[in-house]
């Protein structure tokens, strides 16, 4: 698989795409869990979304439950609590794995990428991934790193 545009991904209502429906935009992904220490970070990214949104850039969030059991519930549940918890309107996805056996092919991708400080996995929630207008992975962001952390190679992109 050599472009991300050629990836299937799942909607929390389980209708699937293709990411090429995000063609020519600038795309930030990231694997999230609602139960998470860091899930304050859905308030820097959506407001990263909200400022951004109309230059063609979108979010996807993906939940994923690999660590510690952070997103028990289903995709459509994740989303939920989103909405109602953080105020998020940007695309929340079915659940997925980020690592391993039953790992999504996105993920595969990315991975191969942009690997992070201490190889390609996934090392905790809320690891983000900046794809530019030409569908290619610039920037892994870790775990920890804040969503305003993006902003400036967001603008650069835009």
Same mark, same amino acid.
């Given at each position: 698989?050599?472009?991300?545009?050629?990836?299937?991904?799942?909607?929390?209502?389980? !209708?699937?795409?293709?990411?090429?429906?995000?063609?020519?935009?600038?795309?930030?992904?990231?694997?999230?869990?609602?139960?998470?220490?860091? !899930?304050?970070?859905?308030?820097?990214?959506?407001?990263?979304?909200?400022?951004?949104?109309?230059?063609?850039?979108?979010?996807? @969030?993906?939940?994923?439950?690999?660590?510690?059991?952070?997103?028990? @519930?289903?995709?459509?549940?994740?989303?939920?609590?989103?909405?109602?918890?953080?105020?998020?309107?940007?695309?929340?996805?079915?659940?997925?794995?980020?690592?391993?056996?039953?790992?999504?092919?996105?993920?595969?991708?990315?991975?191969?990428?942009?690997?992070?400080?201490?190889?390609?996995?996934?090392?905790?929630?809320?690891?983000?991934?900046?794809?530019?207008?030409? @569908?290619?992975?610039?920037?892994?962001?870790?775990?920890?790193?804040?969503?305003?952390?993006?902003?400036?190679?967001?603008?650069?992109?835009?």
């Amino acid at each position: 698989m050599n472009s991300i545009y050629n990836i299937e991904v799942e909607n929390k209502d389980h !209708s699937t795409y293709r990411l090429e429906k995000y063609k020519d935009y600038v795309i930030v992904i990231v694997n999230t869990a609602t139960k998470c220490g860091l !899930s304050g970070q859905f308030d820097g990214l959506e407001k990263l979304y909200q400022q951004y949104k109309d230059q063609k850039f979108i979010i996807l @969030g993906f939940p994923c439950n690999q660590f510690a059991n952070q997103e028990p @519930g289903s995709g459509e549940e994740a989303a939920e609590a989103c909405k109602i918890n953080y105020g998020v309107t940007f695309p929340i996805h079915e659940k997925i794995n980020v690592n391993g056996e039953n790992e999504h092919p996105l993920y595969t991708h990315l991975k191969e990428q942009k690997s992070g400080l201490f190889g390609s996995k996934i090392k905790w929630n809320f690891t983000k991934f900046l794809i530019d207008r030409n @569908g290619e992975v610039v920037k892994r962001f870790g775990p920890k790193d804040e969503p305003e952390k993006m902003n400036s190679f967001i603008q650069e992109l835009l």
